[in-house]
Protein backbone atom coordinates (compact mmCIF):
# COMPACT_ATOMS: atom_id res chain seq x y z
CA UNK A 1 0.00 0.00 0.00
CA UNK A 2 1.42 3.09 -0.95
CA UNK A 3 2.27 6.18 1.57
CA UNK A 4 -0.56 8.40 2.34
CA UNK A 5 0.00 12.03 2.14
CA UNK A 6 -2.01 15.02 1.90
CA UNK A 7 -1.65 16.65 -1.29
CA UNK A 8 -0.28 14.67 -3.64
CA UNK A 9 -2.34 16.38 -6.76
CA UNK A 10 -0.34 19.64 -5.91
CA UNK A 11 2.36 18.89 -8.47
CA UNK A 12 -0.70 18.40 -11.22
CA UNK A 13 -1.98 21.49 -10.17
CA UNK A 14 1.04 23.60 -10.87
CA UNK A 15 1.15 22.05 -14.28
CA UNK A 16 -2.53 22.78 -14.75
CA UNK A 17 -2.00 26.22 -14.10
CA UNK A 18 0.55 26.95 -16.68
CA UNK A 19 -1.74 25.00 -19.76
CA UNK A 20 -4.44 27.69 -21.20
CA UNK A 21 -8.03 27.55 -19.91
CA UNK A 22 -9.94 23.98 -20.46
CA UNK A 23 -13.34 26.59 -20.96
CA UNK A 24 -14.28 27.85 -24.44
CA UNK A 25 -14.86 31.63 -24.86
CA UNK A 26 -18.34 30.37 -26.07
CA UNK A 27 -20.61 33.30 -27.19
CA UNK A 28 -17.68 35.38 -28.26
CA UNK A 29 -15.49 32.81 -30.38
CA UNK A 30 -18.06 30.59 -32.90
CA UNK A 31 -17.49 26.76 -31.40
CA UNK A 32 -16.48 24.30 -34.14
CA UNK A 33 -18.50 21.65 -34.70
CA UNK A 34 -17.68 18.36 -36.13
CA UNK A 35 -18.48 17.28 -40.05
CA UNK A 36 -21.19 15.03 -38.57
CA UNK A 37 -22.75 17.46 -36.49
CA UNK A 38 -26.62 17.13 -36.35
CA UNK A 39 -28.33 20.64 -35.75
CA UNK A 40 -31.31 22.61 -37.49
CA UNK A 41 -32.77 20.91 -39.62
CA UNK A 42 -33.20 22.08 -42.94
CA UNK A 43 -35.25 21.57 -46.30
CA UNK A 44 -34.75 22.19 -49.65
CA UNK A 45 -38.66 23.14 -50.96
CA UNK A 46 -37.51 22.73 -54.56
CA UNK A 47 -35.80 19.15 -54.21
CA UNK A 48 -38.91 18.00 -51.62
CA UNK A 49 -41.51 15.88 -54.15
CA UNK A 50 -44.13 15.46 -50.69
CA UNK A 51 -43.48 11.79 -50.49
CA UNK A 52 -43.86 12.72 -47.09
CA UNK A 53 -41.48 9.23 -45.83
CA UNK A 54 -39.79 11.66 -43.91
CA UNK A 55 -43.11 11.77 -41.67
CA UNK A 56 -43.79 8.52 -41.27
CA UNK A 57 -40.26 7.65 -39.97
CA UNK A 58 -39.88 10.50 -37.60
CA UNK A 59 -39.60 8.88 -34.11
CA UNK A 60 -41.24 12.49 -32.59
CA UNK A 61 -43.99 13.08 -34.97
CA UNK A 62 -42.18 16.12 -35.71
CA UNK A 63 -42.66 16.62 -39.24
CA UNK A 64 -46.47 17.01 -40.72
CA UNK A 65 -47.57 16.99 -44.09
CA UNK A 66 -49.93 19.56 -45.57
CA UNK A 67 -51.81 19.68 -48.55
CA UNK A 68 -50.48 22.65 -50.80
CA UNK A 69 -53.97 22.03 -53.66
CA UNK A 70 -54.26 20.02 -56.79
CA UNK A 71 -51.37 19.69 -59.42
CA UNK A 72 -52.46 18.71 -62.91
CA UNK A 73 -50.17 15.83 -64.17
CA UNK A 74 -51.70 15.35 -68.27
CA UNK A 75 -55.23 14.49 -67.32
CA UNK A 76 -54.47 13.27 -63.84
CA UNK A 77 -54.85 15.52 -60.80
CA UNK A 78 -52.62 14.56 -57.90
CA UNK A 79 -52.19 15.90 -55.04
CA UNK A 80 -49.49 18.42 -53.64
CA UNK A 81 -48.66 17.58 -50.22
CA UNK A 82 -45.36 19.53 -48.26
CA UNK A 83 -43.80 19.17 -44.83
CA UNK A 84 -43.90 21.29 -42.04
CA UNK A 85 -41.60 20.66 -39.41
CA UNK A 86 -42.00 21.41 -35.52
CA UNK A 87 -38.39 21.89 -34.45
CA UNK A 88 -39.74 22.36 -30.42
CA UNK A 89 -40.08 18.28 -30.41
CA UNK A 90 -37.23 17.45 -32.64
CA UNK A 91 -35.08 14.72 -31.06
CA UNK A 92 -32.35 15.66 -33.94
CA UNK A 93 -31.70 11.77 -34.96
CA UNK A 94 -31.58 12.55 -38.58
CA UNK A 95 -33.69 9.39 -39.51
CA UNK A 96 -35.58 11.65 -41.80
CA UNK A 97 -32.26 12.85 -43.67
CA UNK A 98 -31.25 9.35 -44.23
CA UNK A 99 -34.67 8.25 -45.93
CA UNK A 100 -35.17 10.95 -47.81
CA UNK A 101 -34.95 9.96 -51.40
CA UNK A 102 -34.05 13.29 -52.98
CA UNK A 103 -31.31 14.74 -50.33
CA UNK A 104 -34.28 17.69 -49.83
CA UNK A 105 -33.25 17.45 -45.99
CA UNK A 106 -30.43 18.42 -44.59
CA UNK A 107 -29.06 18.61 -41.05
CA UNK A 108 -27.33 22.06 -40.97
CA UNK A 109 -24.26 22.57 -38.11
CA UNK A 110 -26.50 25.54 -36.39
CA UNK A 111 -27.53 24.66 -33.09
CA UNK A 112 -28.36 28.27 -31.17
CA UNK A 113 -32.36 27.47 -31.48
CA UNK A 114 -33.38 29.02 -28.07
CA UNK A 115 -36.14 31.25 -28.46
CA UNK A 116 -38.70 32.73 -26.00
CA UNK A 117 -41.70 32.25 -28.41
CA UNK A 118 -42.46 28.14 -29.06
CA UNK A 119 -43.80 29.49 -32.38
CA UNK A 120 -40.72 30.65 -33.92
CA UNK A 121 -39.47 26.65 -34.29
CA UNK A 122 -42.34 25.63 -36.28
CA UNK A 123 -40.75 25.95 -39.71
CA UNK A 124 -42.65 26.65 -42.92
CA UNK A 125 -39.99 27.44 -45.26
CA UNK A 126 -42.32 25.33 -48.21
CA UNK A 127 -44.89 27.82 -48.19
CA UNK A 128 -42.61 30.79 -48.56
CA UNK B 1 -69.02 12.99 -1.31
CA UNK B 2 -67.30 9.95 -0.02
CA UNK B 3 -65.71 9.22 3.61
CA UNK B 4 -62.54 11.23 4.28
CA UNK B 5 -59.63 8.04 4.62
CA UNK B 6 -58.43 7.68 8.15
CA UNK B 7 -55.35 9.66 8.94
CA UNK B 8 -52.08 7.53 9.24
CA UNK B 9 -51.09 6.39 12.60
CA UNK B 10 -47.85 9.24 13.59
CA UNK B 11 -45.80 6.53 14.85
CA UNK B 12 -43.85 4.75 12.36
CA UNK B 13 -44.98 1.08 12.80
CA UNK B 14 -42.89 0.28 9.59
CA UNK B 15 -39.52 0.84 11.02
CA UNK B 16 -39.68 -0.70 14.13
CA UNK B 17 -40.00 2.93 16.68
CA UNK B 18 -41.37 3.19 20.15
CA UNK B 19 -42.52 5.58 21.75
CA UNK B 20 -39.75 6.28 23.78
CA UNK B 21 -37.11 5.03 21.19
CA UNK B 22 -33.82 6.63 20.78
CA UNK B 23 -34.03 6.11 17.30
CA UNK B 24 -34.87 9.08 14.95
CA UNK B 25 -36.19 9.66 11.60
CA UNK B 26 -34.62 11.53 8.98
CA UNK B 27 -35.99 11.74 5.23
CA UNK B 28 -33.68 12.11 2.29
CA UNK B 29 -35.62 12.95 -0.55
CA UNK B 30 -37.07 13.29 -2.89
CA UNK B 31 -35.36 16.02 -3.32
CA UNK B 32 -31.52 16.44 -2.13
CA UNK B 33 -28.09 18.13 -3.47
CA UNK B 34 -27.11 14.54 -3.40
CA UNK B 35 -29.54 12.86 -5.84
CA UNK B 36 -29.77 14.33 -9.36
CA UNK B 37 -33.22 12.22 -9.43
CA UNK B 38 -35.83 12.08 -6.91
CA UNK B 39 -36.14 8.95 -4.64
CA UNK B 40 -36.64 8.79 -1.05
CA UNK B 41 -34.95 7.12 1.23
CA UNK B 42 -36.45 6.59 5.11
CA UNK B 43 -33.32 6.61 7.09
CA UNK B 44 -33.94 5.29 10.78
CA UNK B 45 -30.83 7.22 12.62
CA UNK B 46 -29.51 5.56 16.47
CA UNK B 47 -27.39 8.28 17.68
CA UNK B 48 -25.41 9.17 14.37
CA UNK B 49 -24.85 5.88 12.16
CA UNK B 50 -28.05 4.58 10.69
CA UNK B 51 -30.07 1.37 11.48
CA UNK B 52 -32.45 1.17 8.95
CA UNK B 53 -33.32 2.27 5.31
CA UNK B 54 -36.92 2.18 3.74
CA UNK B 55 -36.54 3.55 -0.27
CA UNK B 56 -39.20 4.73 -1.68
CA UNK B 57 -39.02 4.19 -5.37
CA UNK B 58 -40.90 5.67 -8.08
CA UNK B 59 -41.23 9.06 -8.66
CA UNK B 60 -39.80 8.91 -12.27
CA UNK B 61 -42.24 6.55 -14.09
CA UNK B 62 -42.65 7.82 -17.66
CA UNK B 63 -44.40 5.31 -19.53
CA UNK B 64 -41.86 3.65 -21.56
CA UNK B 65 -42.90 0.40 -22.09
CA UNK B 66 -46.66 1.14 -22.59
CA UNK B 67 -45.33 4.08 -25.30
CA UNK B 68 -43.52 1.54 -26.78
CA UNK B 69 -46.36 -0.62 -28.15
CA UNK B 70 -48.01 2.25 -30.09
CA UNK B 71 -44.90 2.82 -32.37
CA UNK B 72 -43.47 1.08 -35.02
CA UNK B 73 -40.23 -1.37 -33.87
CA UNK B 74 -37.15 1.45 -35.41
CA UNK B 75 -38.38 4.61 -33.79
CA UNK B 76 -38.82 2.58 -30.50
CA UNK B 77 -35.29 2.56 -30.77
CA UNK B 78 -34.87 6.39 -29.47
CA UNK B 79 -37.35 6.72 -27.33
CA UNK B 80 -35.56 3.45 -25.41
CA UNK B 81 -32.14 5.45 -25.84
CA UNK B 82 -33.75 8.08 -23.92
CA UNK B 83 -34.15 5.98 -21.27
CA UNK B 84 -30.87 7.01 -19.50
CA UNK B 85 -29.01 10.78 -19.85
CA UNK B 86 -25.57 8.99 -19.79
CA UNK B 87 -25.18 5.02 -20.83
CA UNK B 88 -28.04 6.15 -23.65
CA UNK B 89 -25.75 3.61 -26.66
CA UNK B 90 -26.09 0.34 -24.38
CA UNK B 91 -30.06 0.50 -24.05
CA UNK B 92 -30.35 1.10 -28.22
CA UNK B 93 -27.86 -1.84 -28.64
CA UNK B 94 -29.48 -4.16 -26.02
CA UNK B 95 -32.97 -3.23 -27.09
CA UNK B 96 -31.65 -3.98 -31.15
CA UNK B 97 -30.05 -7.38 -29.99
CA UNK B 98 -33.83 -8.55 -28.76
CA UNK B 99 -35.49 -7.51 -31.48
CA UNK B 100 -32.62 -9.30 -34.31
CA UNK B 101 -33.18 -12.05 -32.39
CA UNK B 102 -36.49 -12.13 -33.87
CA UNK B 103 -35.50 -11.63 -36.73
CA UNK B 104 -33.51 -14.02 -39.24
CA UNK B 105 -30.85 -11.28 -40.09
CA UNK B 106 -27.61 -11.36 -38.82
CA UNK B 107 -25.48 -8.22 -37.84
CA UNK B 108 -22.06 -7.76 -39.85
CA UNK B 109 -19.19 -7.86 -38.45
CA UNK B 110 -18.32 -3.94 -38.77
CA UNK B 111 -21.67 -2.99 -37.47
CA UNK B 112 -20.51 -5.27 -34.40
CA UNK B 113 -17.07 -3.59 -33.95
CA UNK B 114 -18.81 0.00 -34.25
CA UNK B 115 -21.07 -1.10 -31.32
CA UNK B 116 -18.38 -2.08 -29.49
CA UNK B 117 -16.32 0.79 -29.87
CA UNK B 118 -18.91 3.46 -29.12
CA UNK B 119 -20.00 1.11 -26.07
CA UNK B 120 -16.77 0.89 -24.29
CA UNK B 121 -16.16 4.72 -25.09
CA UNK B 122 -19.83 5.08 -23.54
CA UNK B 123 -18.31 3.31 -20.77
CA UNK B 124 -15.50 5.41 -20.46
CA UNK B 125 -17.10 9.07 -20.29
CA UNK B 126 -19.47 6.90 -17.73
CA UNK B 127 -17.20 6.29 -15.39
CA UNK B 128 -14.94 9.38 -15.14
CA UNK B 129 -17.98 11.20 -14.89
CA UNK B 130 -18.60 9.24 -11.87
CA UNK B 131 -15.25 9.77 -10.77
CA UNK B 132 -16.03 13.56 -11.08
CA UNK B 133 -18.65 13.07 -8.72
CA UNK B 134 -17.59 11.00 -6.50
CA UNK B 135 -14.54 13.67 -5.76
CA UNK B 136 -16.81 15.90 -5.41
CA UNK B 137 -19.13 14.63 -2.52
CA UNK B 138 -15.88 13.26 -0.78
CA UNK B 139 -14.88 17.27 -0.89
CA UNK B 140 -12.28 17.34 -3.47
CA UNK B 141 -13.29 19.40 -6.09
CA UNK B 142 -10.54 20.00 -7.67
CA UNK B 143 -11.01 15.98 -8.92
CA UNK B 144 -14.06 16.60 -10.28
CA UNK B 145 -13.10 19.24 -12.83
CA UNK B 146 -9.75 17.64 -14.11
CA UNK B 147 -11.83 14.46 -14.40
CA UNK B 148 -14.64 16.00 -16.42
CA UNK B 149 -12.01 17.88 -18.48
CA UNK B 150 -10.76 14.31 -19.20
CA UNK B 151 -14.27 13.67 -20.01
CA UNK B 152 -14.67 15.81 -22.96
CA UNK B 153 -11.87 13.99 -24.73
CA UNK B 154 -13.88 10.75 -24.97
CA UNK B 155 -17.13 13.01 -25.48
CA UNK B 156 -15.59 14.63 -28.17
CA UNK B 157 -14.34 11.12 -30.32
CA UNK B 158 -17.85 10.03 -29.79
CA UNK B 159 -19.03 13.34 -31.26
CA UNK B 160 -16.94 12.92 -34.46
CA UNK B 161 -18.19 9.51 -34.45
CA UNK B 162 -21.79 10.21 -34.34
CA UNK B 163 -22.83 13.48 -34.32
CA UNK B 164 -23.53 13.95 -30.98
CA UNK B 165 -22.55 13.95 -27.39
CA UNK B 166 -24.78 11.96 -25.27
CA UNK B 167 -28.16 10.94 -27.47
CA UNK B 168 -25.44 9.02 -30.55
CA UNK B 169 -29.15 8.22 -32.71
CA UNK B 170 -26.15 5.40 -34.11
CA UNK B 171 -27.70 2.48 -33.79
CA UNK B 172 -30.61 0.82 -36.10
CA UNK B 173 -32.00 -2.62 -35.88
CA UNK B 174 -29.29 -5.02 -38.10
CA UNK B 175 -26.36 -2.57 -38.17
CA UNK B 176 -25.37 0.91 -37.40
CA UNK B 177 -26.00 4.27 -39.16
CA UNK B 178 -22.81 5.39 -39.53
CA UNK B 179 -19.44 4.27 -40.42
CA UNK B 180 -15.60 5.42 -38.67
CA UNK B 181 -14.92 8.46 -40.36
CA UNK B 182 -11.38 8.46 -42.08
CA UNK B 183 -8.10 8.85 -41.06
CA UNK B 184 -9.89 8.65 -36.97
CA UNK B 185 -7.89 5.69 -36.13
CA UNK B 186 -4.60 7.40 -35.28
CA UNK B 187 -6.31 9.94 -33.27
CA UNK B 188 -8.33 7.26 -31.17
CA UNK B 189 -5.45 5.18 -30.08
CA UNK B 190 -3.77 8.24 -29.40
CA UNK B 191 -6.40 9.98 -27.13
CA UNK B 192 -6.95 6.46 -25.77
CA UNK B 193 -3.48 5.96 -24.78
CA UNK B 194 -3.96 9.54 -23.48
CA UNK B 195 -6.82 8.51 -21.33
CA UNK B 196 -4.95 5.31 -20.22
CA UNK B 197 -2.13 7.50 -18.08
CA UNK B 198 -4.58 10.00 -17.24
CA UNK B 199 -6.97 6.82 -15.24
CA UNK B 200 -3.36 5.67 -13.96
CA UNK B 201 -2.55 9.20 -12.86
CA UNK B 202 -5.99 9.49 -10.99
CA UNK B 203 -5.79 5.74 -9.23
CA UNK B 204 -2.31 7.32 -7.90
CA UNK B 205 -4.38 10.29 -6.81
CA UNK B 206 -7.08 8.22 -4.49
CA UNK B 207 -4.52 5.59 -3.29
CA UNK B 208 -2.65 8.06 -1.53
CA UNK B 209 -4.37 11.55 -0.68
CA UNK B 210 -5.43 11.63 2.68
CA UNK B 211 -8.95 13.31 2.02
CA UNK B 212 -10.18 11.24 -0.75
CA UNK B 213 -9.12 8.19 1.64
CA UNK B 214 -10.74 9.51 4.72
CA UNK B 215 -13.59 9.86 2.90
CA UNK B 216 -14.20 6.25 1.20
CA UNK B 217 -12.10 3.84 2.93
CA UNK B 218 -14.02 1.73 4.77
CA UNK B 219 -17.05 3.12 4.20
CA UNK B 220 -19.88 1.48 2.67
CA UNK B 221 -18.80 -2.16 3.35
CA UNK B 222 -20.72 -5.48 1.72
CA UNK B 223 -19.72 -8.86 2.80
CA UNK B 224 -19.81 -11.46 -1.10
CA UNK B 225 -21.94 -13.14 0.45
CA UNK B 226 -24.60 -10.52 0.83
CA UNK B 227 -24.43 -8.65 -2.66
CA UNK B 228 -24.52 -12.16 -4.25
CA UNK B 229 -27.55 -13.18 -2.03
CA UNK B 230 -29.22 -9.45 -3.08
CA UNK B 231 -28.16 -10.13 -7.01
CA UNK B 232 -25.77 -7.01 -7.11
CA UNK B 233 -24.85 -6.43 -11.03
CA UNK B 234 -22.33 -4.66 -12.27
CA UNK B 235 -19.26 -3.04 -10.20
CA UNK B 236 -21.23 -3.09 -7.30
CA UNK B 237 -20.82 -7.27 -7.75
CA UNK B 238 -17.43 -6.80 -9.31
CA UNK B 239 -16.22 -5.13 -5.95
CA UNK B 240 -16.73 -7.62 -3.55
CA UNK B 241 -14.71 -10.24 -6.17
CA UNK B 242 -17.28 -11.82 -7.85
CA UNK B 243 -16.66 -12.40 -11.57
CA UNK B 244 -20.03 -11.42 -12.79
CA UNK B 245 -19.80 -9.18 -16.16
CA UNK B 246 -22.03 -9.82 -18.90
CA UNK B 247 -19.19 -9.20 -21.43
CA UNK B 248 -17.42 -12.35 -20.54
CA UNK B 249 -20.10 -14.24 -19.17
CA UNK B 250 -22.36 -13.71 -22.51
CA UNK B 251 -20.58 -11.63 -24.89
CA UNK B 252 -22.44 -10.04 -27.19
CA UNK B 253 -21.51 -6.99 -30.25
CA UNK B 254 -17.74 -8.37 -30.97
CA UNK B 255 -16.82 -9.18 -27.21
CA UNK B 256 -16.11 -12.64 -28.25
CA UNK B 257 -13.14 -11.46 -31.01
CA UNK B 258 -11.64 -8.69 -28.46
CA UNK B 259 -9.24 -10.07 -26.21
CA UNK B 260 -9.65 -8.51 -22.49
CA UNK B 261 -10.06 -9.97 -19.27
CA UNK B 262 -12.46 -7.72 -16.52
CA UNK B 263 -11.21 -6.42 -13.02
CA UNK B 264 -12.02 -7.47 -9.56
CA UNK B 265 -11.49 -6.46 -6.55
CA UNK B 266 -12.40 -7.86 -2.96
CA UNK B 267 -12.36 -5.14 -0.07
CA UNK B 268 -16.08 -4.06 -0.57
CA UNK B 269 -15.94 -0.78 0.46
CA UNK B 270 -16.05 2.28 -1.33
CA UNK B 271 -12.69 3.24 -1.99
CA UNK B 272 -12.19 -0.40 -4.15
CA UNK B 273 -15.06 0.77 -5.92
CA UNK B 274 -13.40 4.18 -7.18
CA UNK B 275 -9.96 1.83 -7.74
CA UNK B 276 -12.26 -0.64 -9.90
CA UNK B 277 -14.18 1.45 -12.18
CA UNK B 278 -10.45 3.31 -12.53
CA UNK B 279 -9.47 -0.20 -13.56
CA UNK B 280 -11.76 -0.86 -15.57
CA UNK B 281 -11.14 2.72 -17.74
CA UNK B 282 -7.80 0.94 -18.64
CA UNK B 283 -9.41 -2.08 -19.61
CA UNK B 284 -12.30 -0.35 -21.91
CA UNK B 285 -9.67 2.15 -23.72
CA UNK B 286 -7.46 -0.98 -24.50
CA UNK B 287 -10.41 -2.26 -25.96
CA UNK B 288 -11.20 0.37 -28.38
CA UNK B 289 -8.08 0.45 -29.29
CA UNK B 290 -7.93 -3.19 -30.08
CA UNK B 291 -11.40 -3.23 -32.17
CA UNK B 292 -10.03 0.21 -34.17
CA UNK B 293 -7.22 -1.59 -35.08
CA UNK B 294 -8.97 -4.55 -36.00
CA UNK B 295 -12.11 -3.64 -37.87
CA UNK B 296 -13.23 -5.54 -40.86
CA UNK B 297 -14.25 -4.46 -43.95
CA UNK B 298 -18.12 -4.77 -45.29
CA UNK B 299 -21.62 -3.50 -44.77
CA UNK B 300 -22.49 -1.59 -41.83
CA UNK B 301 -25.90 -2.35 -42.06
CA UNK B 302 -28.50 -4.72 -43.40
CA UNK B 303 -31.97 -2.98 -44.21
CA UNK B 304 -34.95 -5.23 -42.77
CA UNK B 305 -38.18 -4.88 -43.60
CA UNK B 306 -40.48 -2.98 -41.04
CA UNK B 307 -42.59 -6.02 -39.97
CA UNK B 308 -41.21 -8.62 -37.12
CA UNK B 309 -41.84 -12.00 -37.30
CA UNK B 310 -43.53 -13.27 -34.03
CA UNK B 311 -42.32 -14.09 -31.13
CA UNK B 312 -40.43 -13.54 -27.97
CA UNK B 313 -36.82 -13.04 -27.58
CA UNK B 314 -34.49 -11.17 -24.71
CA UNK B 315 -31.06 -9.33 -24.38
CA UNK B 316 -28.72 -8.24 -21.75
CA UNK B 317 -25.80 -6.24 -21.89
CA UNK B 318 -23.80 -5.07 -19.68
CA UNK B 319 -24.21 -1.04 -18.36
CA UNK B 320 -21.75 0.81 -17.14
CA UNK B 321 -23.60 0.61 -14.20
CA UNK B 322 -24.34 -3.17 -14.75
CA UNK B 323 -26.43 -5.57 -16.66
CA UNK B 324 -29.65 -4.11 -18.57
CA UNK B 325 -31.90 -6.59 -19.70
CA UNK B 326 -34.62 -5.92 -22.12
CA UNK B 327 -37.38 -8.05 -23.81
CA UNK B 328 -39.24 -7.93 -26.69
CA UNK B 329 -42.49 -9.43 -27.94
CA UNK B 330 -44.16 -9.05 -31.25
CA UNK B 331 -47.04 -10.24 -32.88
CA UNK B 332 -45.63 -9.79 -36.68
CA UNK B 333 -46.79 -6.82 -36.45
CA UNK B 334 -45.54 -3.32 -37.28
CA UNK B 335 -45.27 -2.49 -33.58
CA UNK B 336 -44.25 -4.49 -30.53
CA UNK B 337 -46.87 -6.30 -28.11
CA UNK B 338 -44.87 -5.97 -25.12
CA UNK B 339 -41.57 -4.38 -24.14
CA UNK B 340 -39.77 -4.90 -20.84
CA UNK B 341 -36.76 -3.19 -19.91
CA UNK B 342 -34.76 -3.47 -16.53
CA UNK B 343 -32.01 -1.38 -14.45
CA UNK B 344 -29.12 -1.92 -13.23
CA UNK B 345 -30.01 0.65 -10.72
CA UNK B 346 -33.11 -1.50 -9.57
CA UNK B 347 -30.73 -4.77 -8.88
CA UNK B 348 -28.39 -2.78 -6.93
CA UNK B 349 -31.00 -0.94 -4.47
CA UNK B 350 -31.06 -3.73 -1.99
CA UNK B 351 -27.08 -4.21 -2.00
CA UNK B 352 -27.28 -0.22 -1.12
CA UNK B 353 -29.52 -0.32 1.56
CA UNK B 354 -26.90 -2.85 3.67
CA UNK B 355 -24.01 -0.10 2.38
CA UNK B 356 -25.92 2.45 4.14
CA UNK B 357 -26.46 0.51 7.62
CA UNK B 358 -23.85 1.44 10.11
CA UNK B 359 -22.78 4.31 7.97
CA UNK B 360 -23.12 7.56 9.45
CA UNK B 361 -25.24 10.51 8.23
CA UNK B 362 -22.52 12.49 6.41
CA UNK B 363 -21.55 9.48 4.66
CA UNK B 364 -25.56 9.14 2.71
CA UNK B 365 -24.35 11.44 -0.25
CA UNK B 366 -20.94 9.14 -1.11
CA UNK B 367 -22.67 5.61 -0.55
CA UNK B 368 -25.79 6.42 -2.61
CA UNK B 369 -23.45 8.17 -5.41
CA UNK B 370 -21.43 4.86 -5.07
CA UNK B 371 -24.04 2.91 -6.79
CA UNK B 372 -23.49 5.30 -9.68
CA UNK B 373 -27.53 5.42 -9.50
CA UNK B 374 -29.77 6.24 -12.01
CA UNK B 375 -32.79 6.67 -10.78
CA UNK B 376 -34.96 7.75 -13.71
CA UNK B 377 -34.19 5.14 -15.75
CA UNK B 378 -35.61 2.26 -12.78
CA UNK B 379 -38.54 3.52 -12.20
CA UNK B 380 -41.22 1.34 -13.87
CA UNK B 381 -44.59 1.91 -11.82
CA UNK B 382 -46.29 3.04 -8.89
CA UNK B 383 -49.87 3.57 -8.60
CA UNK B 384 -51.72 6.72 -7.39
CA UNK B 385 -55.56 7.17 -6.50
CA UNK B 386 -56.05 10.87 -5.99
CA UNK B 387 -59.63 10.28 -5.03
CA UNK B 388 -58.84 8.56 -1.58
CA UNK B 389 -55.08 9.44 -1.64
CA UNK B 390 -53.72 5.60 -1.45
CA UNK B 391 -50.51 4.93 -3.46
CA UNK B 392 -49.42 1.38 -3.31
CA UNK B 393 -47.25 -0.93 -5.41
CA UNK B 394 -47.80 -4.02 -7.20
CA UNK B 395 -46.05 -7.34 -5.96
CA UNK B 396 -44.38 -9.99 -8.48
CA UNK B 397 -47.28 -12.42 -8.55
CA UNK B 398 -50.08 -9.54 -8.45
CA UNK B 399 -48.10 -8.44 -11.67
CA UNK B 400 -48.27 -11.62 -13.37
CA UNK B 401 -51.94 -11.68 -12.71
CA UNK B 402 -52.17 -8.85 -14.03
CA UNK B 403 -50.54 -9.96 -17.46
CA UNK B 404 -52.10 -13.12 -17.70
CA UNK B 405 -55.62 -11.29 -17.73
CA UNK B 406 -54.04 -8.87 -20.33
CA UNK B 407 -52.24 -10.38 -22.89
CA UNK B 408 -54.07 -14.08 -22.29
CA UNK B 409 -57.83 -13.24 -21.44
CA UNK B 410 -58.92 -17.07 -22.18
CA UNK B 411 -56.58 -18.10 -19.75
CA UNK B 412 -57.69 -15.86 -17.01
CA UNK B 413 -61.31 -17.07 -17.85
CA UNK B 414 -60.28 -20.50 -17.11
CA UNK B 415 -59.00 -19.35 -13.80
CA UNK B 416 -62.23 -17.40 -13.43
CA UNK B 417 -64.23 -20.73 -14.09
CA UNK B 418 -61.74 -23.79 -12.93
CA UNK B 419 -61.74 -21.89 -9.33
CA UNK B 420 -63.15 -18.94 -6.92
CA UNK B 421 -61.03 -16.03 -7.47
CA UNK B 422 -59.60 -14.61 -4.61
CA UNK B 423 -56.26 -13.36 -5.33
CA UNK B 424 -54.69 -10.06 -6.71
CA UNK B 425 -55.70 -9.07 -10.52
CA UNK B 426 -58.79 -8.19 -10.90
CA UNK B 427 -60.01 -7.23 -7.73
CA UNK B 428 -56.49 -5.33 -6.60
CA UNK B 429 -58.02 -2.34 -5.55
CA UNK B 430 -60.09 -3.83 -2.92
CA UNK B 431 -57.66 -5.77 -1.65
CA UNK B 432 -55.55 -2.70 -0.41
Known sequence: MPKKQIGSAIPEMFREMLEKPSTEAYPFKPIIVPDRFRGKLDIDPAKCTGCSVCSLVCPSSVITMVDMGIRKLADRELKVRKPVFDLASCIFCGECVDNCAFNALEMTKQFELATPNKSDLLMKKVFT | ?432
Open chain 2, 1 to 432: MSAQPEKPPRREESAGLMEYSTESLVPFGPIHPALKEPEYFKLVLEGERIVEVIPRVGYVHRGLEKASESRPWIQNMYMFERTCGICSFVHSVCYAQAVEGLTMFQVPARARFLRTIILEMERIHSHLLWVGLMGHWAGFDTLFMWVWNDREVVLDLVEAISGNRVHKSMNTLCGVRKDMPENMEDRIIERMKYLTDRARYYRDVIDTEETMLARTEDIGRVTADTAEKLCAVGPMARYVGMRRDVRLNDPYAAYDEVPFDIVTRNEGDVHALLRLRLDELVVSANIVSYAVKHLPDGPIRIKIPPTIPAGEHSSHCEAPRGEIFYFAKSAGGRTPERVKSRQPTLANIPTALEMLKGQTLADVPIVLTAIDPCFGCMDRMSFFDIDSNKKWTWSGEQLRQYGINKYFPERAKRQLHGQKFSSAGLGFKEKF
